[in-house]
């Protein structure tokens, strides 16, 4: 089995124009948000092997935060400059390159890649706000059949209200 997070990113500011795209951070909600999801997905017993996340402040900064609450180190997590303005079919080539030692992975992204990922592996899932997450459990043993056969499971939770 093989188990795959996509996590959007935390809501990021809009505050200074003059930041570059790559260098904005989280606002007031996304700080709120992202240790929220985190202590749930703790809860829930995620698990991952592996966190990939894109290079971009607002991804970088929720991955942290969300892989403080997993007990995920820190310095494990796998900057990767693929999920930052890629195409869907970049995000999941990057997954079905992941090496078999992972079982569990949960990469942190963006739209409108993640949504159009998840709905591809799911139809079921259409729409992935900020700090968003799509859980697929696949009964596969290699990450390369990830996007070739149907998830067992899958489900999104989306940040809880305030």
Request: aromatic share 6%; net charge positive; proline share 6%.
């Amino acid at each position: 089995m093989k188990t795959l997070f996509l996590v959007r990113h935390a809501k990021s500011s809009w505050d200074d124009p003059a930041l570059a795209d790559k260098e904005r951070p989280l606002d007031v909600r996304g700080k709120r948000d992202a240790p929220k999801v985190g202590k749930r997905l703790a809860k829930a017993g995620a698990k991952p092997d592996l966190i990939l996340s894109s290079p971009a402040k607002r991804a970088l900064t929720t991955a942290r935060i969300i892989a403080k609450e997993l007990g995920y180190k820190r310095k494990k997590i796998v900057i990767d400059d693929r999920l930052y303005a890629a195409e869907t079919d970049v995000v999941l080539d990057v997954i079905q390159r992941l090496g078999k030692e992972a079982d569990c992975a949960m990469l942190f992204g963006h739209n409108p890649e993640f949504t159009e990922l998840a709905h591809r592996l799911s139809s079921s899932i259409t729409r992935m706000p900020t700090c968003a997450v799509a859980e697929f459990t696949f009964d596969v043993s290699s990450w390369s059949r990830i996007g070739k056969v149907a998830p067992a499971t899958a489900a999104v939770s989306y940040p809880p209200k305030k």
